[in-house]
């Protein structure tokens, strides 16, 4: 008879361990680390682009359903939202966000993170802001055909700086994408005077002359 009964209790306990084990192989990620959503973020982080602050995270874990609300704050201690990023079912993805309109020096932020009716917090990250200045140079001007324009805004392979060119009655006349630091603009096709050479959000006054 007692033999019987620990061998009942073995059984059961060998039952039990085996489901609970099972139960947590099954279970996704996601459903293992709701406890703590903010915990699977890394790189949070900020940088300067374009007179802009942009900023970064990635997740360790697909984010499907998730919201990430960013917060900014002039002082650390009172918080703006400035903008949502919806969550993506993709396993270390990368998230982004670009805060245009910068006023301070010193800027922080965070994320709210929601997903339902949970709500956490990410760590605190402060950004430096030191508004870039615009070397872009035009030249020779004036110019009898061509304009050589040289950008000291370093570009990878994806990214570009639209380029347009307008003559004195706002007629577009030359339309391109800038994508190195350094491009040439025939304007021998187009009659003398004033032009307008918009690189970005940058206007610059040319004028062709070629007597």
């Known amino acids: 008879m007692k033999n019987s009964i620990i061998f009942s209790i073995s059984l059961f306990l060998i039952t039990f361990l085996n ?16 406890k703590s ?7 949070f982080g900020g940088k300067i682009k374009n007179n802009a602050i942009s900023l ?20 650390a201690l009172e918080w703006e939202d400035v903008g949502t990023v919806n969550g993506v079912n993709n396993q270390g993805g990368v998230f982004t966000f670009t805060d245009n309109n910068v006023t301070e020096s010193v800027m922080f932020y965070r ?19 030191v508004p870039e200045i615009n070397k872009t140079q ?24 639209d380029l347009e060119v307008y003559n004195i009655i706002g007629e577009r006349v030359y339309a391109s994408k800038m994508r190195d630091e350094i491009q040439r603009v025939d304007l021998s096709e187009y009659s003398d005077g004033y032009y307008s050479v918009r690189i970005g959000s940058k206007t610059y006054k040319v004028l062709k002359n070629n007597n």
Request: aromatic content about 8%; some cysteine; hydrophobic content about 30%.
């Open 19 to 34: 489901t609970g084990l099972n139960a947590c192989a099954q279970s996704t990620p996601e459903q293992r680390d709701l």
């Open 37 to 43: 959503i903010s915990e699977t973020l890394i790189d």
């Open 56 to 75: 970064s995270w990635r997740t360790l874990i697909p984010m499907e359903n998730v919201h990430f609300n960013i917060q900014r704050s002039r002082s």
């Open 111 to 129: 994320l709210k993170i929601q997903s339902g009716n949970k709500i956490e917090y990410s760590s605190m990250i402060s950004v430096k802001y």
């Open 138 to 161: 035009v030249y020779p001007n004036p110019t009898k055909n061509v304009i050589w324009i040289k950008s000291e805004q370093t570009m990878n392979s994806s990214e570009y700086l």
